[in-house]
């Protein structure tokens, strides 16, 4: 596995973990409340940050082990890999420009700054997602 898959399949598992962590714990501090009565702020700033460290973390322990197992070939990357970063990356842009016109939505019926934050929070990880997939897909079955 090279380093760029290494590092998206990294930056997927966190994605995996982190984001159904922050919706449970804000059902929690919901409690039967309505959710926009929650203190979402400090939740979702530390989603994404332990969404952030758990990626460098995970990857930087992978490349460890892989280094120890290939040395050369622990941190080489080819055309390919930016083919399918930037391939990767379309996609992911797709879904934001999908997720900020919900935000802009949300802003123009009045909806509750919970509800727009969380869009665009749900619509980062989502992007994030299935970007990541994305690119596994095409590392597994190539770009055409």
């Avoid at 959710?35 to 939740?43: A, K, Q």
Wanted: net charge neutral; aromatic share 10%.
């Amino acid at each position: 596995m090279v380093y760029t898959e290494r590092n998206t399949w990294s930056t997927l598992l966190a994605v995996i973990v982190v984001i159904p962590g922050y919706i449970i714990v804000v059902l929690q501090q919901a409690a039967g409340r309505p959710l926009t009565s929650v203190d979402w702020f400090p939740i979702m700033l530390w989603a994404i940050g332990i969404s952030i460290a758990g990626t460098i973390v995970l990857s930087i322990l992978w490349g460890i082990f892989a280094g120890l197992r290939d040395p050369k070939g622990a941190t080489t990357t080819d055309v390919r890999d930016r083919d399918i970063d930037q391939m990767g990356g379309r996609v992911e842009h797709s879904f934001l420009v999908i997720a900020g016109l919900g935000v802009i939505a949300l802003c123009a019926v009045g909806a509750d700054v919970f509800w727009i934050a969380n869009a665009m929070f749900l619509g980062f990880a989502v992007s994030t997602f299935i970007g990541s997939i994305a690119r596994i897909i095409a590392y597994r079955r190539g770009l055409i």
